[in-house]
C-alpha cells in the first residue's frame, strides 16, 4: 500500500494512504481528544472536539474526517484550538447532568476524561432548557438513560455497521433529536439483538449494563476465549470478590475485535449459580446396581448423588453397551458441543462411528 509522509506537532509519521489525520496522530502517539470517534467506526465529525490546524486549510478541521495527505504540517494544539474545544465540551455539556459522583459511569467515562482534558468543569456558561427522559429498562442485560446523551451517535453507527442491526437511529429534529428504536418504542420491542456493541461504545452513562448497577466497578479482569461456540470471540471478563461481575469483548483479539454476541456478552450468569453441576452426578439406584424397572421415582433411589468420575464413565459405558447389545447401534445418538475443541469433537465422532457403530451423532450449533 502506498505511503505517505505528514508531520503533527513537528513529529513526522509515514501511513498508509487512505488513512485519517487522527488515524496519523496515533499512529505518532499525539493525542486528541475525541468522542464520537471510533476506529472500528466510518469518520461521523458530531462532537468537535478533534479540531486541528493544518497549513493551507481554513477554519479548524475535524481531524477524524479529514484524509491525511502527503507533506501536511497538522498542530493539534493553539489558543484557538483550546477555546473552540471548550466551547464545543461546554454546549455539550449544557444540558447534560452534572452529578458524577452519582453515574453509573463515574470513574469509566469518555466524556468525564474528555470534559477534564479540554479543562471543562463545574459552571457551564450555556445554563439552558434541559431534555429529560424516561429511563427505559426494558432491556434483560442494559439500560438506556438518555439525560446523559450527547448525541454521538456511536451507538447507531455500531448497530449498523459493525452488527449490522440497525435497531435504533436518530430520532426527532433540532432540540429534540433523540436516539430511538423505531416509532419510539422500548429497546426490548425493537429487532435488537442484545450484543451490548452500543453499550460498550457509548462514552457517557447513557448505556450501560445492569449488572454494573449492581456491582459497580469490577477490580479485576481476565482474558479469555468464549466457550459457547467455535468463532472463539476474545473476551475479558470482569470480576470483584473473586465473582464474575461482567463480560466485554476483547478489542485486541483479531478474531472479533471486542464485538461479541449476547451469549459472549451477557450469558455468563450460569458460571457462578448454585445449580451448576462440577462433579458428575448419577441416580442413585445405578450405583447400588439396582434396574430401573425395580425402583419408585418418589423415592430416593431416583436422586442424584455424587461420584467420581471412574464410576460415572464406567456406569455410561457399561449402560451404552447393553443398550447397543439389546436395541441395535442406531438406538443410541450422539449429541456434541460447540463449546469442545475439535479434538474432542473428533473423538466423539470416533466413539460414535467406530465403537458404538451409529452415524447418529450431531452437534448443538446446529441444534
Ligand atoms: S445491543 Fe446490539 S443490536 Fe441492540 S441496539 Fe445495541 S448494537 Fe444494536
Ligand atoms: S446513547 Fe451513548 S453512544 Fe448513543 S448517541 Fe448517546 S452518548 Fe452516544
Ligand atoms: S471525534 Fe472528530 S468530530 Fe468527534
Redesign the pocket.
Known amino acids: 500500500m502506498k505511503k505517505i509522509t505528514l508531520t503533527i506537532d513537528h513529529k513526522k509519521i509515514e501511513v498508509p494512504e487512505g488513512s485519517t489525520v487522527l488515524d496519523a496522530a496515533r499512529a505518532a502517539e499525539v493525542y486528541i481528544p475525541t468522542l464520537c470517534d471510533d476506529p472500528l467506526l466510518e469518520p461521523f465529525g458530531a462532537c468537535r472536539l478533534c479540531i486541528v490546524e493544518i497549513d493551507g486549510y481554513r477554519g479548524l478541521p475535524t481531524a477524524c474526517s479529514t484524509p491525511a495527505a502527503d507533506g501536511m504540517q497538522v498542530r493539534t494544539s493553539s489558543a484557538m484550538i483550546e477555546t473552540n474545544r471548550k466551547t464545543s465540551m461546554n454546549l455539550l455539556l449544557s444540558d447534560h447532568p452534572l452529578d458524577c459522583q452519582h453515574c453509573v459511569a463515574n470513574m469509566r467515562c469518555d466524556l468525564q476524561y474528555v470534559a477534564a482534558y479540554v479543562g471543562v468543569r463545574g459552571d457551564n456558561p450555556y445554563q439552558g432548557e434541559k431534555r429529560s427522559y424516561e429511563l427505559d429498562d426494558s432491556n434483560a442485560f442494559?439500560n438506556r438513560d438518555l439525560d446523559m446523551c450527547i448525541l454521538c451517535g456511536k451507538?447507531v453507527r455500531?448497530?449498523d455497521e459493525?452488527?449490522g442491526?440497525q435497531?435504533?437511529s436518530f430520532g426527532y429534529r433540532g432540540f429534540s433529536t433523540k436516539i430511538t428504536a423505531p416509532f419510539d418504542l422500548p429497546?426490548w420491542e425493537?429487532n435488537?439483538?442484545?450484543?451490548?456493541?452500543?453499550?460498550d461504545m457509548c462514552p457517557t452513562g447513557a448505556l450501560f449494563d445492569k449488572s454494573q448497577l449492581k456491582h459497580g466497578l469490577p477490580t479485576g479482569e481476565t482474558k479469555t476465549t468464549c466457550p459457547y461456540c467455535g468463532v472463539g470471540c476474545g473476551l475479558i471478563v470482569e470480576t470483584k470478590n473473586g465473582e464474575i461481575i461482567g463480560v466485554r469483548g476483547d478489542r485486541e483479539n483479531s478474531v472479533n475485535e471486542g464485538h461479541t454476541c449476547v451469549k459472549g456478552r451477557y450469558g455468563w450468569e450460569y458460571v457462578q449459580h448454585p445449580d451448576r453441576v462440577k462433579k458428575p452426578l448419577i441416580r442413585k439406584y445405578l450405583l447400588e446396581g439396582k434396574k430401573k424397572s425395580e425402583i419408585d421415582k418418589s423415592s430416593s433411589d431416583w436422586e442424584w448423588a455424587e461420584t467420581s468420575w471412574d464410576t460415572a464413565l464406567d456406569i455410561t459405558a457399561s449402560n451404552l453397551a447393553q443398550i447397543r447389545d439389546s436395541h441395535g447401534a442406531d438406538s443410541i445418538g450422539f449429541l456434541t458441543s460447540a463449546k469442545c475443541l475439535n479434538e474432542e469433537n473428533y473423538l466423539m465422532n470416533k466413539l460414535a462411528r467406530q465403537v458404538i457403530g451409529t452415524n447418529n451423532i450431531d452437534h448443538c450449533a446446529r441444534l
Open positions: 442494559y451507538c455500531a448497530c459493525i452488527q442491526r435497531a435504533i429497546i425493537s435488537c439483538e442484545s450484543c451490548g456493541r452500543c453499550v
